[in-house]
Structure formats: structure tokens, C-alpha cells
């Protein structure tokens, strides 16, 4: 079945969620006064500002803190409210220069069909409930590419901003009715890392000026995670406040993946981890969320001497904290692998996703690695059989390519070099 005829049935299925429906269902509720008319203010104004990112991808979120930062730097005076996925909640709580912080929760569906109609209903209810009151002079919809922008673009038009900006659907061969519901719905993006997207759609929908070092910021630390960092410090309790107080130099692994084919084997993770130990003496709390506790567990039973789970037990600002003191991150592509990358700490992940593929694809390191100044992708350089482009395995396959001397290889190497800077820096010559 092609991509082309896939997105017809789509479009056919999701009719009654369709661009031009929603603007009528909008109108009608509006006329009837189940939704309040919002009250527009000085014209040019830009004091109010709502960005859309009903997402709750812990790497997307951390994906999206340089383009806040971004906004609170060209329009200091400003209110900037967001609208987040509640996965990601916590950690966006601990940003500085938010005023309110919107939580749409999950509705997800093991039919799609269902999932798409389940989101639309709860991003309408949340705008009734939470968002209508406030009045704005700019909604940003700022996630590229048509499959996953309708949400946020759609909670950008019930703001009825006078400016709604976003990536036209255009972008990706999307379905274009979706651009009605913008003011300014902006072309360009391709080939481009999550994070200058973001940021350049300010530039792009004319907002503000061309940055000349944006493509910096893709090996910048991320300055908003260091204030959660801070923050995190104050809620740790017992052995993980030890942890992090102890001159014993740790390292963070995270065995996890949404996907299956994303996972490498936790027996060559535990031969790098043993490996990194004998040569740096490092310690390895093994971290996931509650559902990973299992798989951390038995990571951490591989090698008992140095390491030890904490799957389950810390809260994403806790986790952020544990990560910023680290030595160093290893683990697969996940939303604490951008943490790890965005405070700085030198950051190893191990891949499925073929070097030589080019693609625009939603597992493209290109595209969506982590920030930082320290992170290095450990890739195969051709996927395996029968997978083309990249690997299309639901169980780990290209992924085994990776052995595990490279990767202690490449660990070693990024080990060294940060600590030979940091020497640099710290010695009185």
C-alpha cells in the first residue's frame, strides 16, 4: 500500500475532524456561546504568546526549550504560556519564565483511527477548560511535518490569536487545508535538526530577525536544564541524595526504547559497563521509568559490581539532577539520553538507524539527536537485510551490528577528551 493511498484513506476516515469542518464547528460553538470570543489586543502586540506542543515525548519537550528560550529573549515583557503532553510536564515545570503550563493527558488508542479522533476531543476540552480564558497575540505551533502538526496547529486556531504560526503541510506532501487554520504557515525545514526548525520558524514567519550561529545551538548545552537540575536536587531523599553527594564518580544508563529495534543487547551493555569500570572506576545507576524496572533490573544483575538500578524511583527533575553530575550517559535514543546530551555531559547513544540512509525520517539522528557539546552516535553503516532504507525489524536487528568494543572505543574516547578540557580549564598555568 503506498504512502500516497494511505494518507487519502486517512484523509477520508478523519473527514469529520477536517480543517474545514473544525473551522464550522468552531464558528457555530463561538455563535452559540459555548466558546468564548477572544478580545483582541493593540494591534502588533505581541505581550501574549501560547506554544502549542500537546506532546508528551520527553525528547521532543527538551527538543522545544531552545526555541523558549528563544522567546524569552526576543520578547522579554511577554506572557509565555505552553501546552504539553503530561509525560513531559514535570520536567517543563522546573523551566524559568513560564507563566502557565497547560496538561493535555494522554489518549492514545491501539486503533489509530480512534487515537486521532480521542486527541481532537481532548485538545478541544482542554481549550474550553483551561486555555479560554486567556487572550493571545501569537500561537506557535512549532512541530515540523504534516502527520504529527494537526493537533497543535488546531489548538493554535482555537486560541484565535491574531497571529498563528507554523510549518505548512506542504513540508512533507501533507494535506494543505491544514495551512487555513494559520495566519502564517511557513515552507523550509528540510534536512534540518528538530531544534533549528523550531527556532527558525520565528525567522521564517517574518517574527524576527535570520540568527547567524543557529546552527550552534544543535552542540550547545541547553542553559533551561541546569535550573532543573537545580531543582531536582532538593527533592532527592535517601540513597539517591547519597548518590549524588559522593565524590565516587558515576556514570547514567539507560537500557530502555519506545521501539523494540531501537534496544541493544543488555549483555553488551553490561561488557561496556564492565569495561568503562575497570578503566575509569565508574559507577552505573542503571535508570527508566516504572515500566523498565524489570529490564534495568537484570541489566544491573549482569554486573553487580558496578551497578545498581534506580528504575521507577526518581521523578524527571530528580533524573535531571542525577544526570547533571554524571560522567557520562550512555544508553539508547530516549528522552533521558536529551537530557543527558542538553546539560553537557559527555553522551553515547547506540543507534539502529544506518549512516548511509539520508532520508527525512522521523529515527534520523540528523534530525533528532540530542543537543550538546558532548554526544556521539554510534551508528551501523548499512542497515541489514531485508531492512531499506533504515531498519524496518520490530525486534533489535540492524541494531546488532553495534559491537561492544566500539562503543567502549568511542565512550573512552569522549571520556578522555572532556576530561583533558576540563584540566585545561581548571589548571592554574
Not at 473544525?22 to 502586540?45: H, I
Request: with cysteine; net charge positive.
Amino acid at each position: 500500500m503506498s504512502l500516497s493511498f494511505r494518507r487519502h484513506v486517512k484523509e477520508i476516515l478523519t473527514f469529520p475532524i477536517s480543517p474545514p469542518l473544525v473551522v464550522a464547528l468552531v464558528s457555530a460553538l463561538r455563535g452559540l456561546g459555548v466558546l468564548r470570543r477572544p478580545t483582541p489586543g493593540p494591534w502588533g502586540s505581541l505581550s501574549r504568546i501560547l506554544v502549542c506542543h500537546p506532546y508528551s515525548s520527553v525528547g521532543d519537550m527538551v527538543l522545544l526549550l531552545p526555541l523558549l528560550e528563544s522567546i524569552r529573549t526576543q520578547w522579554p515583557d511577554s506572557t509565555l504560556d505552553v501546552v504539553v503532553g503530561s509525560n513531559a510536564s514535570d520536567l517543563l515545570s522546573g523551566v524559568e519564565g513560564l507563566n502557565r503550563i497547560f496538561v493535555c493527558g494522554s489518549q492514545n488508542a491501539k486503533i489509530q483511527l480512534i487515537g486521532y479522533y480521542r486527541r481532537f476531543f481532548r485538545n478541544l476540552r482542554l481549550y474550553k477548560r483551561e486555555v479560554m480564558p486567556f487572550d493571545y497575540d501569537l500561537a506557535l505551533a512549532p512541530r515540523w511535518g504534516s502527520i504529527m502538526t494537526s493537533e497543535a496547529i488546531y489548538l493554535a486556531y482555537f486560541s484565535r490569536a491574531a497571529l498563528r504560526a507554523g510549518y505548512s503541510a506542504s513540508v512533507d506532501h501533507g494535506n494543505n487545508a491544514l495551512d487555513n487554520l494559520l495566519t502564517n504557515a511557513v515552507a523550509g525545514g528540510a534536512h534540518e535538526h528538530e531544534v533549528i526548525r523550531n527556532v527558525r520558524l520565528l525567522e521564517r514567519a517574518g517574527l524576527t530577525r535570520p540568527m547567524p550561529t543557529i546552527e550552534q545551538l544543535v552542540n550547545q548545552a541547553i542553559p533551561s536544564l541546569r535550573n532543573v537540575a537545580r531543582q531536582g536536587e532538593s527533592q532527592l531523599t535517601g540513597s539517591l541524595s547519597v548518590l549524588s553527594s559522593t565524590a565516587r564518580p558515576y556514570g547514567v544508563v539507560s537500557p530502555g526504547a519506545t521501539r523494540r529495534f531501537n534496544r541493544w543487547p543488555a549483555e553488551r551493555l553490561a561488557s561496556v559497563m564492565r569495561e568503562l569500570h575497570s578503566k575509569y572506576s565508574l559507577h552505573f545507576c542503571v535508570a527508566g521509568g516504572p515500566s523498565d524496572a524489570a529490564m534495568c533490573g537484570a541489566l544491573a544483575a549482569l554486573v553487580p559490581e558496578c551497578a545498581t538500578s534506580i528504575a521507577g524511583q526518581t521523578s524527571l527533575r530528580q533524573l535531571t539532577h542525577l544526570l547533571a553530575s554524571a560522567e557520562l550517559f550512555l544508553g539508547m535514543d530516549s528522552g533521558t539520553a536529551h537530557i543527558a546530551g542538553g546539560l553537557g555531559i559527555p553522551t553515547v547513544i547506540v543507534s539502529p538507524f544506518p549512516s548511509s540512509c539520508t532520508v527525512e525520517h522521523p529515527n534520523s539522528p540528523l534530525r533528532f539527536r540530542p543537543c550538546g557539546p558532548h554526544v556521539r552516535v554510534v551508528q551501523p553503516e548499512l542497515p541489514l537485510p531485508p531492512c531499506c532504507p533504515t531498519c524496518s525489524v520490530k525486534k533489535p536487528h540492524c541494531i546488532q551490528q553495534i559491537s561492544a568494543e566500539h562503543v567502549v572505543h568511542v565512550s573512552s574516547e569522549l571520556l578522555d577528551a572532556v576530561r583533558v578540557t576540563k584540566n585545561q580549564t581548571t589548571s592554574p598555568y
